[in-house]
């Protein structure tokens, strides 16, 4: 997902990779940078992408066996293009769903195509709305794949993100 990295580890020895000014924790996180002059090529993480390091932080929340049982990860789509996020969400599902003792994760996102990336013809994969009624009580209400869901992505050729947009799940405002 990472294209531009051969590999990434952590190091104590970063002083050919970052100013002795710059504060920093006993290890920090080194990227070997595949397109790069190989003298030149180890990177630190001040000089990555805010989009690598979160998709590097959602993998280590998914994947490490300290993680909590149960977080939540507010604006999953936060500092990610449309496919990286859809990358992104299938392999958080993927991770989640074949580890049977991987945490519960709530996400929220605003971003059409991280529903793209969600399989939720597989029951362990919810989705929910949220929003506020005409009193201005919260509602939130569970997003099944109904057979008249279904029917109608697979004739318009609509993918789930189409079907939220036009307003066939719910959770959008009527504007």
């Known amino acids: 997902m990472i294209d531009w990295t051969n590999s990434f580890d952590t ?19 080194r990227f070997t940078d595949k397109f790069m002059k190989t ?14 390091l979160y998709i590097l932080f959602c993998s280590v929340l ?13 604006n999953l789509d936060h500092a990610l293009n449309p496919r990286l996020i859809l990358n992104l969400t299938q392999l958080l599902c993927n991770w989640l ?10 996400f929220s996102a605003h971003n059409p195509a991280v529903l793209d990336g969600l ?13 506020r009624n005409n009193q201005g009580h919260t509602e939130i209400n569970r997003i099944f794949m109904t057979k008249e869901l ?3 992505g697979n004739e ?13 799940l719910g959770g959008v405002p009527n504007v």
């Open 62 to 74: 998914a994947l490490s066996p300290n993680s909590p049982k149960c977080f939540a990860i507010d």
């Open 119 to 131: 399989n939720l013809q597989d029951e362990r994969i919810r989705l929910f709305t949220v929003e």
């Open 97 to 106: 769903t074949q580890n049977k003792n991987s945490p519960q994760v709530f």
């Open 156 to 168: 318009k050729g609509w993918p789930l993100s189409r079907l939220w947009l036009m307003g066939h």
């Open 39 to 52: 003298k030149y090529n180890q990177i630190s993480a001040y000089d990555a992408s805010e989009g690598v």
């Open 150 to 152: 279904i029917k109608l």
């Open 11 to 29: 190091t104590s020895n970063a002083e050919s990779i970052l100013s002795p000014s710059v504060a920093r924790a006993k290890n920090i996180i």
